[in-house]
């Protein structure tokens, strides 16, 4: 194999692609990385010549939903040729091998590519009571991330868990459940959040690598610019509606049959980064807000805190669950008025004394009308 | 006892009174889009969307206001080393130890209400002059985080000059959740400032609620 490495190209024919799929895939995916259109020949290029990335792919605290998402892709290819029959040389929910064998696939491929393996990783990792809370084949996961980093040539945080904690590190965060880039240092980490993330970001993030060789641009927290520079709110179909002000009020009132903004309905559009509004879900049928129901946030860190979900500000730190800032504001502001109102009444009693002590010692002047 | 002869003292130049009321009609106006803002009115309506902008003018308000605040806050720091001796940037600290003196009798007059000896400043009392310092800090915690917000639907470089503190806060959400928290602080700020103006203008009758119109205040002629 090492002589004549097998390419994407070969092992796509080899499922019975047709060139024209081929080429239609590396069109639609070259578009989905955000490269301008003259960039597709280089795409096509990468997947002819280029041998397969070797994989290994790590399932720790999570729901498995991130994979899930990524054999859902819209377009077969993803699921059949680069995730599981060809690219993938580990992964615990998809492989066939199971026990021993399993680890003995995972270390040999770490052996034989080494600094050249692509490190996907899912779920979040528990650092409390030394990470016991996740053990794979009598091993921590913090352990075998941190071997595993060593040698791997990037890494991707698939999904919430693994780029900002998800619900594990949701409050009181009990396993001590932390994001892969606070665990790994000195090698690129791209992060990739949504609970779970769309399936087209993901391969469009892995088709990246592979065409252009190099990490693809990241913003402030390590997320592909191509997909995350935007929030839900700026593509959002419900858009107008915002501008306008025409918001639903309840779920089961006119607004909401009208499909106005969600906002007052605690819709997270406005601070939430994620292509869901321009890809859309399932093939492109639809995404949250086109179904109805606001956006929950989910590729945001934090998430799971700032509920509750139907409401626009979150509850206040160390009040019931419904207080919000703007309820504790009115309570303080009520407060200041009364407290005002009875400074005001005193100091009037007195000063009224001291304008009299003062007109009888002669230090205050009173004109008298016609004086 | 003697009569009390007043002298006049030229304390607000025109600049600070200028910052001063473009500052308030800002935070008033920010205040109540910005309240809009995190608490649209419930409008039931048949609308098309293509029909009415109000939501979009309030925003738009709440950013115009948002730059003039800003501009005029920066301004206000430069006056602090530029103006007189009472717009000074060492009025706002309390560093001297007749400051902490004057600090605890301010309180006296305020709270306990029992000194009416009259006080040895005669532009900020010290006191007031730390509260200020409070609200300039919170000013430019607003600027960073309504900045920070803004940098997402912005590409001009000055907002950009703040995108930092969202990856610093967590995310958006809790930028915006803190931005609306401080909101807050202006209105119960407001509240408190204009009753203590009043109040001391009151006991003291130094004319300091027409001092930030005219500028002058009349103290104790000194023998
Ligand atoms: C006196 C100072 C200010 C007050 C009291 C204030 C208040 C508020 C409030 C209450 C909100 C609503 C937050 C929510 O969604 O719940 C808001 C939103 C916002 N403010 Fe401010 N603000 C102030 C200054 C600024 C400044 C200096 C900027 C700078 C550009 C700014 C930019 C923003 C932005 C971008 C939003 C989000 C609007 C949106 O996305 O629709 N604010 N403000
Ligand atoms: S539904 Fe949500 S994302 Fe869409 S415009 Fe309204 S607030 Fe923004």
Redesign the pocket.
Same mark, same amino acid.
């Given at each position: 194999m090492n002589e004549n490495p097998v390419t994407y190209w070969d092992e796509m024919k080899r499922h019975g692609y047709s060139r024209r799929d081929f080429l239609k895939f590396c069109t639609w995916m070259t578009a989905f990385i955000g490269v301008e259109a003259s960039g597709v020949g280089k795409v096509v290029k990468a997947m002819e010549t280029k041998p397969r990335i070797p994989v290994v792919w790590f399932h720790f605290q999570e729901c498995t939903c991130c994979s899930e998402s990524f054999i859902r892709s819209s377009h077969p290819i993803v699921a059949d040729v680069i995730l599981d029959k060809i690219s993938l040389d580990y992964t615990e929910t998809l492989q066939a091998a199971a026990g021993k064998q399993a680890e003995e696939a995972l270390h040999s491929t770490m052996k034989k590519y080494k600094g050249e393996y692509l490190m996907l990783v899912e779920g979040s990792i528990p650092t409390e009571e030394d990470g016991v809370y996740c053990c794979i084949g009598g091993r921590t996961a913090l352990d075998i991330v941190q071997e595993a980093a060593q040698n791997a040539k990037a890494i991707i945080a698939w999904g919430s868990c693994a780029s900002n904690g998800c619900i594990q590190s949701s409050k009181p965060n009990p396993t001590g459940a932390t994001p892969i880039h606070k665990i790994i240092s000195g090698k690129p980490i791209i992060n990739v959040p949504g609970c779970p993330p769309i399936a087209e970001v993901m391969a469009g993030t892995i088709v990246h690598l592979l065409a252009f060789d190099r990490i693809p641009q990241l913003d402030g927290l390590g997320r592909p610019k191509a997909f995350y520079s935007r929030r839900v709110h700026d593509t959002c179909y419900r858009r107008p509606n915002y501008d306008a002000g025409l918001f639903v009020n309840a779920f089961d009132d006119e607004n909401a049959k009208r499909g106005y903004c969600l906002y007052k309905m605690g819709c997270r559009g $406005?601070v939430t980064y994620n292509s869901c509004a321009v890809i859309k879900w399932n093939n492109g049928v639809s995404y949250p807000i086109q179904s109805g129901h606001g956006c929950i946030g989910c590729s945001e860190a934090h998430f799971w805190d700032n509920g509750p979900f139907y409401q626009?500000?979150a509850s206040f730190p160390g009040f019931g669950i419904e207080t919000t800032a703007d309820n504790i504001g009115v309570v303080v502001g009520a407060a200041t008025v009364a407290g005002v109102a009875a400074h005001a009444i005193s100091t009037n009693i007195r000063k009224r004394k001291l304008i009299k002590e003062g007109i009888e010692n002669g230090s205050v002047t009173e004109k008298k009308g016609g004086e | 006892m003697e009569r009390v002869i007043s002298e006049r003292v030229y304390v607000w130049q025109l600049p600070v009174r200028l910052y001063h009321w473009i500052n308030a009609l &800002?935070?008033a106006a920010? /205040?109540v889009t910005?309240?809009l803002?995190?608490r649209p009115l419930a409008v039931q309506s048949a609308a098309e969307a293509s029909y009415s902008y109000w939501f979009g003018q309030i +925003?738009f308000i709440?950013?115009v206001a /948002?730059?003039i605040?800003?501009f005029n806050f920066l301004f206000r720091i430069y006056w602090g080393f530029a103006g007189n001796k009472f717009a000074q940037w060492r009025n706002f600290i309390i560093h001297r130890k007749s400051q902490v003196q004057e600090a605890v009798d301010v309180l006296k007059i305020d709270i306990l209400q029992t000194q009416s000896k009259p006080l040895e400043s005669v532009g900020h009392n010290s006191l007031a002059g730390f509260t200020y310092f409070i609200t300039f800090l919170v000013f430019l915690f607003? &600027?960073i985080t309504?900045?920070g917000?803004?940098a997402a639907m912005s590409d001009s470089w000055l $907002?950009h000059m703040f995108a930092w503190i969202v990856p610093l806060m967590g995310g958006d959400f809790a930028v +915006?959740q803190w931005?609306?928290v401080?909101?807050w602080f202006?209105i119960i700020f407001s509240i408190i400032h204009v009753y203590l103006v009043f109040y001391h203008d009151y006991v003291e009758g130094r004319g300091i609620i027409s001092s930030m119109a005219g500028g002058w205040k009349f103290i104790e002629k000194k023998k």
């Amino acid at each position: 194999m090492n002589e004549n490495p097998v390419t994407y190209w070969d092992e796509m024919k080899r499922h019975g692609y047709s060139r024209r799929d081929f080429l239609k895939f590396c069109t639609w995916m070259t578009a989905f990385i955000g490269v301008e259109a003259s960039g597709v020949g280089k795409v096509v290029k990468a997947m002819e010549t280029k041998p397969r990335i070797p994989v290994v792919w790590f399932h720790f605290q999570e729901c498995t939903c991130c994979s899930e998402s990524f054999i859902r892709s819209s377009h077969p290819i993803v699921a059949d040729v680069i995730l599981d029959k060809i690219s993938l040389d580990y992964t615990e929910t998809l492989q066939a091998a199971a026990g021993k064998q399993a680890e003995e696939a995972l270390h040999s491929t770490m052996k034989k590519y080494k600094g050249e393996y692509l490190m996907l990783v899912e779920g979040s990792i528990p650092t409390e009571e030394d990470g016991v809370y996740c053990c794979i084949g009598g091993r921590t996961a913090l352990d075998i991330v941190q071997e595993a980093a060593q040698n791997a040539k990037a890494i991707i945080a698939w999904g919430s868990c693994a780029s900002n904690g998800c619900i594990q590190s949701s409050k009181p965060n009990p396993t001590g459940a932390t994001p892969i880039h606070k665990i790994i240092s000195g090698k690129p980490i791209i992060n990739v959040p949504g609970c779970p993330p769309i399936a087209e970001v993901m391969a469009g993030t892995i088709v990246h690598l592979l065409a252009f060789d190099r990490i693809p641009q990241l913003d402030g927290l390590g997320r592909p610019k191509a997909f995350y520079s935007r929030r839900v709110h700026d593509t959002c179909y419900r858009r107008p509606n915002y501008d306008a002000g025409l918001f639903v009020n309840a779920f089961d009132d006119e607004n909401a049959k009208r499909g106005y903004c969600l906002y007052k309905m605690g819709c997270r559009g $406005p601070v939430t980064y994620n292509s869901c509004a321009v890809i859309k879900w399932n093939n492109g049928v639809s995404y949250p807000i086109q179904s109805g129901h606001g956006c929950i946030g989910c590729s945001e860190a934090h998430f799971w805190d700032n509920g509750p979900f139907y409401q626009h500000l979150a509850s206040f730190p160390g009040f019931g669950i419904e207080t919000t800032a703007d309820n504790i504001g009115v309570v303080v502001g009520a407060a200041t008025v009364a407290g005002v109102a009875a400074h005001a009444i005193s100091t009037n009693i007195r000063k009224r004394k001291l304008i009299k002590e003062g007109i009888e010692n002669g230090s205050v002047t009173e004109k008298k009308g016609g004086e | 006892m003697e009569r009390v002869i007043s002298e006049r003292v030229y304390v607000w130049q025109l600049p600070v009174r200028l910052y001063h009321w473009i500052n308030a009609l &800002c935070v008033a106006a920010l /205040a109540v889009t910005g309240y809009l803002i995190g608490r649209p009115l419930a409008v039931q309506s048949a609308a098309e969307a293509s029909y009415s902008y109000w939501f979009g003018q309030i +925003r738009f308000i709440h950013f115009v206001a /948002a730059f003039i605040f800003f501009f005029n806050f920066l301004f206000r720091i430069y006056w602090g080393f530029a103006g007189n001796k009472f717009a000074q940037w060492r009025n706002f600290i309390i560093h001297r130890k007749s400051q902490v003196q004057e600090a605890v009798d301010v309180l006296k007059i305020d709270i306990l209400q029992t000194q009416s000896k009259p006080l040895e400043s005669v532009g900020h009392n010290s006191l007031a002059g730390f509260t200020y310092f409070i609200t300039f800090l919170v000013f430019l915690f607003q &600027c960073i985080t309504g900045f920070g917000m803004y940098a997402a639907m912005s590409d001009s470089w000055l $907002p950009h000059m703040f995108a930092w503190i969202v990856p610093l806060m967590g995310g958006d959400f809790a930028v +915006r959740q803190w931005h609306h928290v401080m909101m807050w602080f202006f209105i119960i700020f407001s509240i408190i400032h204009v009753y203590l103006v009043f109040y001391h203008d009151y006991v003291e009758g130094r004319g300091i609620i027409s001092s930030m119109a005219g500028g002058w205040k009349f103290i104790e002629k000194k023998k």
